[in-house]
Structure formats: structure tokens, C-alpha cells
């Protein structure tokens, strides 16, 4: 029984250790700059269900459809990390904006 608690404080530790290492990595995928936008991604990554992140992550990444339903507008920030805007059709642009930059700051 003692192993068994052993192994799984090992692999929180661990978890721990990583998260701390990509921490940086990853704000910089979200364009966390501020000190606000770093709170929201670090709250984020605490309540995300992380089979679906990856699940999400995934399909979004493999998605080979170029059709596009002719009400459905694409808006999409030119400094967005996670997805460069270079690789996509948007129907409007945003201007030096990321994933967590909000209405009011454009």
C-alpha cells in the first residue's frame, strides 16, 4: 500500500516539475503577456479537462476541410502562436491580436 501512495506522489511531483518547466512555453503559445492574461491561462490549465485539451488540440490541428458555411464568420488575431494565421482563410483579420486578447482591448 505504501508503494502504491509512493508512486503516485512520484508521478504529482513529476507532473508538477513539468508544468513548471512548459509553463513559460505554453503561455507563450496562448500570447500570455501580462500579468492578467498569464492568471487566465494558468486558471484555465488548473480546470481543463485535459483528455479533452488533447482531443480538441488534436482535431483542430488534423481539420482538412476547406469548406466553409457561408453565415459562420471566422475571426482570427494575426499574432495568434497556436494557430499562425498564415495557415488559415479567415473571414476578418485582427490586428497584432492573440488567443486572450479580449473585445475591449482591440
Known sequence: MDED???VEAEQNTTGRIFQIT???QNMMLGAQSREEKTIAAQYRKQANKKYVSWAVKQALNWKSDWQH???YHIHGDNDKMFPIGKLKPTYTVKRRGALHDHESC
Open 70 to 72: 457561408p453565415r459562420v
Open 23 to 25: 509553463e513559460p512555453f
Open 5 to 7: 501512495r509512493c508512486l
